[in-house]
């Protein structure tokens, strides 16, 4: 009886082991960092070194980030594809995700797939959740397209000696900006390419990076990407995963079924170490 109380208080510690293991494998951190955690690559990129962020990685794909009246801050996760090909050259480009997108302070705020192309310089957008403020505000209005269910309102916006991927520089940005705000499904990023050469606009360069990202801007917020499929051509990153909050039920059910059998488990065995004590008072009191 006792080897077995030691096997089930083993048992418990392998599990507390296990989960500190798993909750000690996140990547945090609180500076423009860039790196790679299983075959996405991340960046956290923020204008100036003191604003407060805070960047974890929690998985290949997956994310929080904080901030906290951050001047401009972006957390992203994707593929740096390095100027190798243009979008076409790749094929389809899907994005599937989900994400809980959280504007504390301020109204600048947005999530959305985001990336650039060289040559030209062009920094673009597709915002599917934002605050109050809608981007890039009332200025080069293309027009509309539907995409993937939804209504998408297109910009061309201009912007001079400001950072960019190859330091600071004058370069043009496009933004395919949805309606209907979400913070789960699909965006088929191919086809707002395609659309956007329809009204003139130039993507005929080279793809230096497509990634799911949480933006913000004079603000403070949370952003929690909990699932992430990029789909680039004849390649798949990442998997899906579950909202928080239904993992929350799931914790929920799971110790509801974990401490069912050990609310019946520990008074047996309380019983039988009483009858075990009780039995041997007994035999000893009639032995002697």
């Not at 690559?41 to 994310?63: N, R, S």
Request: aromatic share 14%.
């Amino acid at each position: 009886m006792f080897k077995v109380i030691r096997i089930f208080l083993v048992l418990i510690l392998l599990s507390a082991l296990s989960f500190a293991f798993t909750a000690s494998a996140n990547i945090t951190i609180t500076q423009s960092t860039l790196g790679n955690n299983s075959g996405f690559d991340f960046e956290l990129w923020t204008q100036y070194d003191d604003d407060d962020v805070k960047m974890t990685i929690t998985g290949p794909g997956t994310f929080i980030g904080e901030w906290n009246d951050a001047y401009n801050v972006l957390f992203r996760t994707g593929q740096k594809l390095g100027n190798v090909s243009t979008y076409k050259e790749y094929g389809d480009i899907t994005i599937e995700y989900g994400a809980i997108h959280d504007i504390i302070k301020g109204d600048v705020s947005y999530l959305c797939v985001y990336g650039w192309t060289k040559d030209p310089l062009i920094e673009f957008y597709v915002v599917d959740n934002y605050g109050s403020y809608k981007p890039p505000g009332r200025v080069g209005h293309q027009g509309k397209i539907e995409v993937d269910g939804g209504t998408y309102d297109v910009y061309v916006a201009t912007r001079t000696g400001q950072p960019s991927i190859v330091g600071t520089a004058t370069f043009e940005q496009y933004f395919s900006v949805r309606a209907e705000k979400r913070t789960e499904g699909t965006i088929t990023l191919h086809e707002h390419f395609k659309a956007w050469e329809e009204f003139g606009m130039d993507m005929s360069g080279t793809l230096y990076e497509v990634a799911l990202c949480v933006e913000g801007y004079k603000s403070s917020g949370y952003g929690h990407v909990y699932s992430h499929v990029l789909t680039i051509g004849d390649n798949t990153y990442g998997s899906s995963g579950k909202s928080p909050l239904d993992e929350t039920d799931d914790t929920i059910d799971f110790m509801r079924f974990l401490w069912l059998p050990v609310l019946v488990i520990v008074p047996v065995v309380f019983g039988a170490l009483t009858y075990l004590i009780i039995f041997k008072k007994r035999r000893k009191g009639i032995s002697e």
